[in-house]
């Protein structure tokens, strides 16, 4: 199984503060890692995947980097909205074994 | 707008079996592999089970092989989970999620599983 590991598991930032999330693995995944943004009590969202691309309908403040064990989710300019839990998700395993991150919680300095 | 919609979530005792449902509205998601993803109370997410496009192919994380099965009618554009031999653990609320390219790209609102005496 791949372990995926995100850290901090909570970071504070002010409004406007780049925020900068990071999730590794323990194995190589290549570039097959997602990034999702989940606000309580909904059900997540998709932001990022393929490490890099955001999906449909993402703001461009949202950006994703890495590739191998080593990633990141970065927030350039985070909104009130953003300020909630952060997933990632690989899913390089074949056959599929998909493994997420315990999360990150984004909260407002 | 495609959308997925879960339902059978319930309180069930230890032992106990659920059959949960995904209903899909929209043309697409005959064409995609989809999956069971779970969230424990105040914890993170979890895999459950994926099955491909034509039922053919399922796969399941190792906690819940033997007593899940993940299922599917194309006909009615619905997704299912057949889940035996309930724990304690298998408490979570259950979403049914599209995938694409093997990441989960749209989302049910999820079902609430309960298993406790």
């Known amino acids: 199984e791949i372990v995926m590991t995100q850290s901090p598991a909570t970071l504070s930032v002010s409004p406007g503060e780049r925020a900068t999330l990071s999730c590794r693995a323990s194995q190589n995944v290549d570039t097959r890692l997602a990034w999702y943004q989940q606000k309580r009590g909904q059900p997540p969202r998709l932001l990022i995947y393929d490490a890099s691309t955001r999906a449909t309908g993402i703001p461009a403040r949202f950006s994703g980097s890495g590739s191998g064990t080593e990633f990141t989710l970065t927030i350039s300019s985070p909104q009130s909205e953003d300020f909630v839990v952060y997933y990632c998700?690989?899913?390089?395993?074949?056959?599929?074994?998909?493994?997420f991150g315990q999360g990150t919680k984004l909260e407002i300095k | 707008e495609e959308q997925l919609a879960e339902s059978g979530g319930d309180l069930v005792q230890p032992g106990g079996s659920l059959r949960l449902s995904c209903d899909a509205s929209g043309n697409t998601f005959r064409s995609y592999w989809m999956a069971w993803v779970r969230q424990a109370p105040e914890k993170g997410l979890e895999w459950v089970a994926t099955i491909n496009v034509d039922g053919s192919e399922k796969f399941y994380v190792g906690s819940v092989k033997g007593r899940f099965t993940i299922s599917r009618d194309r006909a009615k554009n619905s997704l299912y989970l057949q889940m035996d031999s309930l724990r304690a653990e298998d408490t979570a609320m259950y979403y049914c999620?599209?995938?694409?390219?093997?990441?989960?790209?749209?989302w049910g609102q999820g079902t609430v599983v309960t298993v406790s005496s």
């Open positions: 999620a599209r995938e694409n390219r093997a990441n989960f790209d749209i």
């Open positions: 998700q690989q899913y390089k395993h074949w056959p599929p074994m998909y493994t």
